[in-house]
């Protein structure tokens, strides 16, 4: 069975810094018609920093949409045309500070495939190494440093919420 949706117009509704939204209409399998939602987004990176004694470094950080601070792996947006390893490795250091020696990619997931068509690509680094941290002016960072471990049981304690690091953190988890 095909379950390929053709997309017949598309209305952009919204350029933004982060993001951009577009309303498409589709013909669907069955051949009605059906009107689909887009964000669009760059792709992202996002980083497990796992220093020699198996921690791993996190940042507590404020996220105005859910008006509530949380605990979460380093990660940032993708420049256009941007290699994902180079962003991942500018990331962790303009966040935590540090730059790894070694560099591992872990996995690539779509964060939203219902409305979204963000790419996230997910990388170890190890060796790790103090470097100039240096935070966008609008991020307000706190580097927390935990074992990997403790880090995992606060997933399933509901510490950590954010999906990204739930993948991020389980992965790291069962790879090591």
Request: hydrophobic share 40%; proline share 4%; glycine share 6%.
């Amino acid at each position: 069975m095909d379950l390929t949706e053709l997309k017949l117009k598309s209305e952009r509704i919204y350029e933004g810094r982060i993001i951009n939204l577009r309303r498409d209409l589709v013909r669907l399998p069955n051949g009605r018609e059906a009107s689909r939602e887009v964000v669009e987004h760059p792709g992202a990176v996002a980083i497990i920093a796992l220093d020699d004694e198996k921690n791993v470094f996190l940042v507590r950080q404020y996220r105005y949409p859910i008006n509530r601070e949380t605990l979460e792996i380093p990660a940032g947006k993708l420049d256009v045309g941007e290699d994902p390893l180079e962003c991942a490795q500018r990331e962790l250091a303009e966040e935590v500070g540090l730059k790894g020696k070694e560099w591992r990619h872990l996995l690539t997931f779509f964060t939203t495939p219902g409305f979204s068509n963000e790419i996230m690509y997910l990388f170890l680094a190890t060796g790790l190494e103090n470097h100039k941290k240096d935070a966008d002016f609008d991020e307000f960072i706190e580097v927390v440093r935990m074992p990997l471990d403790e880090a995992v049981s606060q997933v399933f304690k509901g510490t950590v919420q954010d999906a990204k690091s739930m993948v991020g953190l389980l992965a790291a988890a069962r790879i090591l």
